[in-house]
């Protein structure tokens, strides 16, 4: 027996307080990964992105395109390993009206070269180069609309009228966690053909792949500036910011996310602490016997603390094994499934399962606090005096 | 001086003048007012009085949970009136063991680790702290409930139980409040019984405070409170 | 009856334990109410500003104004169809508006963020009522000035009157005013000539909308079957309270689903938190409930006593979080709409339903709460009076 072995069993004393509050710190405890998990999966993009890739877009909006002959002026910077492009198309498969993936003509020939982390079978991507009208898709949106390779699929476009018919060629892989598994790939050559004469021959950014990553800064300010006097200027950046800037458009939401997950954790350490708080009153008498037999107010403290420490370890526990099953089972597959865009890896991190546990645990001491200081407080004569 | 004392018995415990005095909304409530008191090493004395008498507050004072207004309470030749609070704490786990009216028995701990709880404060190892508890409950005859905890005992057998964590560490001085107070006779005679065995054999000095006559019989000497002040 | 008082006077017994409880609940009732306001805001500004005899035409499959190019030979057609309105010179009322994205440097923010354009004509502000330049004034028609919408002012860099912003190299639009319109999301919009915008970013010859006035709102179904009759065209035609509604949805459900998560787990906790301080109290009350009992109160009235009891604790916590919420209201928040990948500026509207929505989750956060305890209670049997 030991002083926290004895406070573990105190907080066994009232089972269905306990398992109450157990719970109520679970809740929190999945509440908080939950949200923790979309701050980080957002961010994922950020942290995953490609060092050796720069992303050349229209400097002034994104809604503009780049004359196509940008993409030889970026060939020839040196420095450059290879380079591609794609257009966003904007597609929606006119029976599926609510499912939102990305649509991109591509450079059949280049494009899986730059983007080496998203994997084709050698056989298909062949196939796809071969036929004009060919696509390849990502495997979690061909998992969820159903479509295997030889499938025509005929889609419309936000941007450019008319149909638009496929047939999938292939289905790629994701070999990194930044990679939207649900992106539409197909030829921009059937995109430039079907174009008014106004609009032929423009592409929506360049994708560069550089030699050494160390340099994406200078080679991004490189390219930038061969187009300066040109009619369209570029704006280029590491593809790590321009994700970020993507998501930088979602930092109020983030932020409040965050605040919101500690507001949540500030309520379990409301419950928690009234939980310890009423269970040290209702042992008033039995704290003072303590006391009456030598113990010390530090060690009554403890005793209190670690009851809660308990109870926050268990929470902890408790709530991240409720966690796995609901934020990274149900809720990561159905978001990497349908907003694959925004969420393409959706899954609990090893850090923050830790924090929210270390979190759990911590504020279970702070929650303590103040119980265990008023029993600190107790006169021993009136203690053993109140009969609880 | 209202008591002869024999002068071949060393007093264990040393009351001089002891004073106390509440305060409650502004007004003065003298409890205890300057009172002498020796108990003798090995004996079993009884404080008898009317509810609100000051024999809980003396016991208390007595027993270093409370202090004095006035007057000086020795214990084995040491004063302990001025003692600080940490000091007192450590004194009362050395020198005391104590006996509640409630038992106040850990309802999460067994019978064993009850007896054995005073000897957290200690430095013994594990295996020395088990074999004292058994040691104690062997005394009050409970060895066959070790495993048991407070809610599958009898009222006797906890108070028994009580009893064991109180001698457990081996103290000079036992101070018992009512502990017969919620027992039934025949559970009550066995206490009083073991007190005296205790007293007897053990050469514990107990300060028993009761209301009941037929409990204050069976100790040695009684001491009778009144209004603050000891009338035998 | 047990009178309401014994209620009140045992809560106040528990100070601690009560202040406890009624801040948990004081916490999810600030954070529901705090949702419920940035969605009454995303409503006010995108949800009901338009006007129902209004009509706006997109290309066919654009769903935004962004994604839609219409040929600006086309708006004459467009605003010859049955039912627009006709002012007094016997022209029809309408705007054909081009809209861009610009990305513009953010004050306090690295990197850049995306700002929504609107090359206007001229009577852009006329045609709509609510809108007006608040300060400096209106551009000079074919020039290279700009209005800034007011919630954008000073967010970005140049966006103060006198300062200018660059559309492309060496071209600079000074911004003359700052223009509201009444809280709308057109607030969130820079305005600028209709012909400096398109030749800066290569729009020549096209518009992305057009607005239509009809003569009234009747006269929609006419105009939208004379404007989409012509297939070849494709054109789509909405009302304009539809057509904002549409944008809205997007944003209103993810700021709905996020609060919606939050708000349930937020409550299951407080509920969970005042079960067990009722559950506390009621143990600790036992006799005092067995002698309510013993002198004739029976079972159903303990239990009302006790879930009055939880719900008043819960009113005063959630009083208390929904009064901290509205605090709020002098404060913005800004997000990127789904649908222009634009920023746009929202308030929290402390409106009366939301207020009251969120008394009424913390009243039922506490009888829900407090159901199983006062079962417990009302289970207290006479004898325990004795014990």
């Known amino acids: 027996m030991t002083f926290l072995g004895l406070s573990a069993r105190n907080a066994m004393r009232n089972r269905f307080r306990t398992t109450l509050t157990v719970f109520g710190v679970a809740i929190a405890v999945l509440a908080f990964i939950m949200l923790r998990t979309v701050v980080w999966a957002y961010n994922i993009g950020v942290e995953s992105a490609a060092p050796d890739r720069i992303v050349t877009r229209h400097k002034v909006t994104f809604v503009m395109w ?44 280049t494009y899986f070269d730059v983007y080496n982390d998203c994997a084709v079978k050698p056989a298909e991507l062949a196939a796809f180069k071969e036929n004009r009208r060919g696509a390849i898709v990502g495997d ?24 638009w018919e496929f047939a999938i060629s292939g289905i790629y892989t994701a070999t990194r966690k930044s990679v939207d598994r649900s992106t539409f790939l197909f030829h921009w050559n059937y995109l430039n053909e079907g174009m ?34 040109r009619d369209t200027q570029t704006l280029s950046q590491s593809e790590g910011a321009f994700n970020a800037g993507f998501l930088g458009m979602f930092t109020a939401v983030l932020k409040a996310i965050d605040i919101v997950s500690i507001i949540i954790m500030l309520i379990m350490m409301l419950i928690l602490g009234n939980t310890i708080a009423m269970g040290a009153r209702e042992r008033t008498q039995e704290y003072g016997a303590l006391r009456a037999i030598g113990f010390l107010p530090r060690h009554l403290a403890v005793f209190v603390l670690g009851e809660s420490f308990t109870i926050g370890v268990l929470g902890g526990i408790v709530g991240l094994a409720l966690s796995y099953p609901i934020v990274q089972l149900g809720m990561g597959r159905f978001l990497e499934e349908n907003m694959g865009s925004f969420f393409p890896y959706f899954r609990i991190s090893g850090g923050n399962a830790l924090l929210a546990v270390a979190l ?23 203690a053993l005096r109140r009969v609880a | ?40 090493e090995g004996t079993f004395e009884a404080l008898m009085g009317p509810s609100g008498s000051g024999k809980s507050t003396l016991l208390n004072i007595i027993a270093g949970l409370d202090r004095p207004s006035a007057g000086s309470v020795e214990v084995k030749g040491e004063d302990i009136s001025h003692l600080s609070e940490g000091a007192l704490a450590a004194w009362r786990s050395r020198t005391l063991g104590f006996i ?95 007190l005296e065995k205790l007293a007897s054999e053990m050469n514990k000095t107990i300060l028993m405070v009761t209301h009941d006559p037929v409990a204050a019989e069976r100790a040695k000497v009684r001491h009778r409170l009144d209004k603050g002040a000891l009338i035998t | 009856m047990i009178p309401f008082r014994y209620n009140i006077r045992s809560l106040l017994a ?45 290309r066919k499959g654009s769903d935004a104004e962004l994604n839609s190019n219409i040929d600006a030979a086309s708006v004459g057609l467009i605003l010859a169809a049955p039912g627009a309105k006709l002012n007094d010179k016997g022209a029809p009322v309408g705007v054909g508006e081009v809209v861009v994205v610009l990305a513009l440097e953010k004050i306090g923010d690295p990197g850049f963020t995306n700002v929504l354009l609107r090359g206007v004509p001229d009577d852009a502000l006329a045609f709509r009522s609510g809108a007006r330049v608040t300060s400096g004034r209106s551009p000079k028609p074919g020039s290279d000035e700009a209005l800034i919408g007011k919630r954008l002012q000073g967010r970005f860099k140049g966006f103060q009157v006198g300062q200018s912003f660059e559309l492309r190299k060496n071209r600079q639009v000074s911004v003359v005013g700052i223009f509201e319109d009444d809280g709308s999301s057109f607030e969130s919009e820079v305005w600028a000539d209709i012909d400096t915008v398109r030749s800066g970013l290569g729009r020549e010859g096209l518009v992305s909308s057009v607005r239509v006035r009809l003569e009234s709102a009747s006269k929609f179904e006419a105009f939208k079957g004379s404007v989409e009759s012509d297939k070849n065209l494709g054109f789509e035609v ?45 143990a600790s009350r036992q006799r005092e409930i067995g002698t309510l009992r013993a002198l004739g109160f029976p079972r159903w009235q303990i239990l009302l006593a006790f879930m009055l009891e939880c719900a008043l604790l819960s009113v005063c916590g959630g009083t208390v979080g929904a009064l901290a919420a509205t605090g709020l209201r002098f404060g913005s928040f800004s997000m990127v709409n789904f649908t222009s990948w634009s920023e746009m500026v929202f308030t929290f509207q402390p409106t009366i339903s939301v207020i009251a929505t969120s008394l009424i989750a913390a009243l039922a956060m506490g009888i829900l709460g407090g159901f199983l305890p006062a079962i417990r209670a009302a289970r207290v049997s006479p004898i325990q009076a004795m014990r």
């Open chain 1, 140 to 163: 979690a949106i061909a998992k969820k609309m159903n479509w295997k390779v030889g499938d025509r699929i005929a889609l419309k476009s936000q941007i450019f009228p008319g149909d």
């Open chain 1, 360 to 382: 759990a645990v911590g504020m279970s001491l702070v929650a303590a606090g103040i119980p265990a200081w008023s029993v600190t407080r107790l006169r021993v004569v009136d």
């Open chain 3, 238 to 282: 909405m009302r304009e309270p539809e057509f904002l509604e549409k944008q809205a949805s997007g944003l209103r459900i993810f700021v709905t689903a996020l609060g919606g998560v939050l708000a349930v787990f937020a409550s299951v906790g407080a509920m969970i938190g005042a079960m067990i301080t009722m559950y506390g109290s009621i």
């Open chain 3, 14 to 58: 528990r100070k601690a334990t009560t202040a406890a409880t009624a801040l948990g609940i004081a916490l999810v009732v600030f954070v529901l109410a705090t949702v419920l306001m940035a969605s009454a805001g995303i409503d006010k500004t995108l949800g009901s500003s338009g006007r129902a005899d209004n009509a706006v035409v997109l």
């Open chain 2, 1 to 40: 001086m209202n008591q002869a004392y024999r002068a071949d018995v060393r007093p264990m415990v040393r009351v001089r003048g002891l004073s106390k005095i509440y305060e409650r909304g502004g007004e003065q409530l003298k409890v205890l007012s300057g009172l002498d008191l020796d108990l003798a």
């Open chain 1, 66 to 109: 780049l004359p196509k002959r940008y993409i030889d002026t970026v060939r020839q910077e040196p420095g450059v390993k290879m380079a591609t492009w794609a257009s966003w198309f904007g597609g929606k498969d006119p029976k599926h009206e609510q499912e939102f993936f990305s649509t991109l003509a591509v450079d059949a020939e």
């Open chain 2, 100 to 194: 509640f009216q409630s038992y106040n028995l850990m309802p999460v701990l067994t019978a064993l680790e009850n007896v054995e709880l005073p000897l957290l404060l200690t430095s013994l190892g594990g295996a020395e702290r088990r074999k004292r508890a058994e040691t104690a409950l062997r005394i009050v005859g409970l060895e066959q409930r070790m495993g048991h905890y407070p809610r599958q005992l009898s009222g006797g057998q906890e108070q028994r139980v009580a009893i064991a964590r109180a001698i457990v560490n081996d103290p000079a001085i036992i101070v018992a409040d009512e502990p017969t107070g919620d027992l039934d006779r025949q559970s009550a005679d066995d206490i009083l019984t073991l």
């Open chain 1, 196 to 229: 008014p004469s106004s609009t032929k021959d423009k592409i929506g950014w360049i994708v560069t792949k550089v030699s050494d990553p160390a340099r994406t800064a200078d080679m991004s300010l490189a390219i930038d500036r061969k187009f300066d006097d």
